[in-house]
């Protein structure tokens, strides 16, 4: 069972960059897609982004040209990029598969946009 650690999180101004990591256990080479997952206050968690094994990338429309996820199958690391943050990027981040699986979610990393 692979188990996911999750860094990189804290305090940044509006505009600044943040990039958050995300470890893996074990291989991540044989989970056809990994994302990044985040839950802001009093909502539900939501898809920010996800990178197939062959190098296919997702975005939700409020980060596109924002973000920028990138995956090492060698090193079984999950790196999101975050640029130009926006207060509204305020939560949690967490890695997962896509879809997600219960067993793999960790404690995620929390960000905060603010000045």
């Known amino acids: 069972q692979v188990q996911f650690v999750e860094s990189g999180g804290g305090l940044v101004q509006p505009g600044g960059s943040l990039r958050v990591s995300c470890a893996a256990s074990g291989s991540i080479s044989s989970i056809l897609f990994m994302g990044w997952y985040r839950q802001a206050p009093g909502k539900q968690r939501e898809l920010v982004a996800r990178a197939s094994s062959g190098g296919n990338t997702y975005y939700k429309d409020s980060v596109k040209g924002r973000f920028t996820i990138s995956r090492d199958n060698t090193e079984n690391t999950v790196l999101l990029q975050m640029n130009s943050l926006k207060p509204e990027d305020t939560a949690v981040y967490f890695c997962?598969?896509?879809?997600?699986?219960?067993?793999?979610w960790g404690k995620g990393t929390l960000v905060t946009v603010s000045s």
């Open positions: 997962n598969a896509w879809p997600p699986r219960v067993d793999y």
